[in-house]
């Protein structure tokens, strides 16, 4: 369970929620000092040394720094959860969302401007909060997609418990 499935209020349903794997960040990051330090390997061994601690200080700074980051688009508020604190805003209060390169600007009331990074998925985020403001103007309609998204839900969470039961026969 993440920090944000946790503290749903009663009646509550996530439209889009986001995780992001670490090593994605820094996956680009590793082949690319690998291959630097093989290179420098050959040129100089002590220089490959230093820079091997700097590859590790870096993939490992980048793998716990963003571990706890969360992002959630709920039928009532947006959720954003780093490290140190959590931001939560009214979908009532947004008045736009924009896609600027990989960077979401949530537009609220008043010109608030909130910008939002870090996100893989960011075309699905903007869409969610887009379908999520929808969903406030027409509540009935919002109700049947619950219920089907609650069942959506439920088979891959059956389909991940199938799965965890045959890799543990497996490896039996």
């Known amino acids: ?10 009646g509550e349903v996530i439209v889009f929620f ?3 794997e670490n090593f994605k960040y820094s996956k680009k990051t590793l ?9 420098l ?10 820079i091997g601690i700097i590859l590790c200080i870096s993939v490992f700074y980048t793998f716990f720094n963003e571990a706890h980051d969360e992002f959630a688009v709920t039928n009532r508020r947006i959720v954003i959860k780093d490290k140190v604190s959590t931001s939560e805003f009214l979908l009532e209060k947004i008045e736009g969302c924009d ?3 990989q960077t979401v600007t ?3 009331a008043g010109g ?4 939002v990074q870090k996100i893989l998925d960011y075309k699905g985020f903007k869409d969610a909060v887009y379908d999520a403001i929808e969903m406030l103007k027409y509540p009935d309609e919002f109700s049947r997609w619950a219920q089907s998204r609650q069942k ?10 199938v799965k965890n039961q045959e890799h543990k026969k497996i490896n039996k």
């Open 99 to 101: 896609l600027i390169g």
């Open 41 to 50: 390997f050959f040129i100089s061994p002590d220089t490959a040394w230093f």
């Open 106 to 108: 949530l537009k609220g």
């Open 1 to 10: 369970m993440s920090y944000i499935e946790d503290n749903l209020r009663p």
């Open 112 to 115: 608030t401007k909130i910008y």
């Open 152 to 161: 959506e839900l439920n088979n891959e969470a059956n389909l991940e418990l």
């Open 18 to 20: 986001e995780k992001p």
């Open 31 to 39: 082949v690319l000092f690998v291959i630097l330090v093989a290179f």
